[in-house]
């Protein structure tokens, strides 16, 4: 991602303060905002190539934060991240299982990862997850501002019926099945930095009183 399309998700971005879903107020306060030490500080320590510094240690904190134990991992990707999530789960001493359809796990599952490249070969990934899928499911959607057909790929999820509740915090999009809850979608800085919540806390203000 460049420069200028990461200062425009900061600058429409909120924090737990400005969110007015207790739903999503709590996935903020439970796993972003958090103190939780960092998986990772440096990209070189990352055990698995290509993924993004930031993406990485967002998804450690919705591990901790949310401890889920039933995990189904698909996509380009799904070697590199199921073992992140597996050294995550150790970090937050949970023993999480990964589902799959030569052994599947009786009961819907906690959090689900799906990565790929455009909207024709993502879509395919999330009807995979849906019938294993509950109110409770997270379903995180990886490099979501990437590129351009990653950016039309996610404007679609967020447009499919089953998708009530949808998370964007950059480089990871959260998404939620939550039946009878209108649509909604959040965008949501993954972390805490004074100065920048300081300058978007005046922006808040600045709009409150013009």
């Excluded at 425009?8 to 999503?24: C, G, I, R």
């Excluded at 996935?27 to 960092?38: E, W």
């Excluded at 919705?62 to 050294?87: C, H």
Aim: proline share 6%; charged share 20%; aromatic share 8%.
């Amino acid at each position: 991602m460049s420069v200028q399309p990461y200062i425009q998700f900061l600058w429409n971005s909120k924090n737990a303060h400005n969110v007015h879903s207790p739903f999503v107020y709590g996935i903020v306060t439970k796993c972003f905002h958090r103190r939780i030490p960092q998986l990772y500080t440096k990209k070189k320590n990352i055990p698995v190539k290509n993924l993004n510094l930031q993406s990485v240690n967002t998804l450690h904190k919705i591990v901790v934060g949310l401890k889920p134990a039933k995990l189904y991992v698909l996509g380009d990707k799904a070697a590199e991240i199921t073992e992140i999530l597996r050294i995550s789960g150790e970090e937050a001493n949970t023993r999480p299982w990964f589902f799959s359809t030569l052994a599947p796990i009786p009961g819907a599952i906690d959090l689900a990862y799906i990565s790929e490249k455009d909207t024709a070969s993502l879509l395919p990934l999330l009807e995979q997850i849906l019938p294993n899928a509950n109110g409770n499911t997270v379903c995180i959607v990886g490099n979501i501002h990437a590129t351009e057909a990653m950016e039309k790929a996610w404007k679609t999820i967020k447009e499919n019926p089953n998708v009530t509740v949808t998370v964007d915090t950059c480089h990871l999009g959260l998404i939620f099945f939550r039946q009878g809850q209108a649509k909604q979608h959040f965008i949501i800085r993954p972390f805490k930095n004074r100065v920048i919540d300081a300058v978007l806390g005046i922006r808040t203000l600045w709009g409150l009183l013009a």
